[in-house]
């Protein structure tokens, strides 16, 4: 990315929020070889077709792939998935859809 791409960005988060939060951009990994990722289902229709391809597109340029599930996509995630997933991962990819 050029100065210009990572001047200013939006993160629309979808949660409840009446003011917008303030937060930094995580920091980039510099590559995933060698890396965890993990990959959250949220459990709506074909989430898992997408996190599939990309479970094997991940693996084979070197990462390690975690996945996990939500219970349920109308509610957020537990708070003790949530604390797993960060122990464990570096990144993590959620998927969204239908």
């Known amino acids: 990315m050029n100065e210009e791409q990572t001047a200013t960005r939006t ?4 949660g409840n ?5 303030q937060r930094p951009a ?3 990994l510099g590559g995933i070889e060698g890396r965890t990722v993990g990959l959250l289902d949220i459990s ?3 989430g ?3 996190l599939n391809t990309l ?3 991940l693996t084979e340029r070197g990462a390690r792939v975690l ?3 939500k219970p349920t996509f109308t509610k957020p995630a537990p708070v003790d998935l949530r604390q797993k997933i960060a122990v464990e991962c570096e990144a993590v990819v959620e998927a969204l859809a239908d």
């Open 55 to 57: 479970e094997a597109l």
């Open 26 to 28: 995580a920091p980039r």
């Open 44 to 46: 709506k229709p074909r």
């Open 67 to 69: 996945r996990y599930a």
């Open 17 to 21: 929020e009446r003011v917008p939060g």
């Open 11 to 14: 993160i629309l988060d979808p």
């Open 48 to 50: 898992d077709v997408f």
